[in-house]
């Protein structure tokens, strides 16, 4: 049973232009999300989180939309750059337990000139 | 530099073979962890640490084993490889077990098993 999830396996889009890539998790016990961004033959590395007490976290060019009662988050990068191609993935966790993470199956990111 | 080694890079492995991918981290966090990727499957926990001394197990755990001897290592054994274990493999550390806390990633060890 897959509790988080993101099912556009990939996404491409202009230099300059909007990019959003969406997440959706079924467990309603999750209260923090994050996004973490893989280049090739690197490890993931963390971009940005949000807790469930907010509806959006921003920093810098990367904002994080959290919509508790659709159990959907989004990832908006404007602008979009070439540097951001990567696959990017999101994860939940559920802090009161100590739970560990539960990350979705990633979206590549491809963007164009 | 900070942050998380991981050994080897990559290794081609017969199969039923023994093989320890090793993981070392200098930034003193209390947990660890080994994730598996998979081309359609994500990131998948395959065992944890909260601490020295303690590990548990994660979503796919069967077939590997892991020991927390110390704060900086955190080797993850196969005991006898079998081609489904053919994947990238992602050390990670963060600053307690804590389920809000950033986790840190290695560079990945790539393992095919024939």
């Known amino acids: 049973d897959q509790q988080v999830k993101q099912n556009s396996p990939s996404l491409s889009v202009q230099e300059g232009r909007i990019s959003i890539l969406n997440c959706d998790y079924t467990?309603?016990?999750?209260?923090?999300f994050l996004w973490y961004k893989k280049y090739p033959a690197e490890g993931p590395t963390f971009l940005i989180s949000?807790?469930?007490?907010?509806d959006k976290n921003e920093d810098g060019r990367f904002t994080v939309f959290l919509n508790k009662s659709a159990k959907h988050l989004s990832l908006h990068i404007v602008p979009s750059q070439p540097g951001d191609s990567a696959v990017y993935f999101c994860?939940?966790?559920?802090?009161?337990?100590?739970?560990?993470?539960?990350f979705g199956t990633g979206t590549r990111l491809q963007v164009t000139l | 530099i900070a942050g998380i080694t991981q050994a080897p890079t990559s290794q081609i492995l017969a199969a039923g073979r023994r093989m320890t991918l090793r993981c070392t981290q200098d930034?003193?966090?209390?947990?660890m962890y080994w994730y598996r990727q998979d081309l359609g499957l994500g990131l998948r926990l395959i065992h944890y640490?909260?601490?020295?001394?303690?590990?548990g197990k994660g979503e796919v755990p069967d077939g590997y084993s892991v020991s927390r001897a110390n704060t900086d290592d955190f080797p993850l054994t196969l005991a006898s490889a079998v081609p489904s274990q053919t994947s990238v493999y992602f050390c990670?550390?963060?600053?307690?077990?804590?389920?809000?806390?950033?986790?840190?990633f290695g560079p990945g060890t790539r393992l095919t098993v024939l």
């Open positions: 467990n309603s016990m999750f209260d923090y």
């Open positions: 640490s909260n601490t020295a001394g303690t590990t």
């Open positions: 930034m003193r966090h209390n947990a």
């Open positions: 990670a550390s963060s600053e307690s077990a804590g389920g809000g806390d950033t986790q840190y």
């Open positions: 949000i807790s469930s007490i907010k």
């Open positions: 994860a939940a966790s559920n802090t009161g337990t100590a739970s560990k993470l539960t």
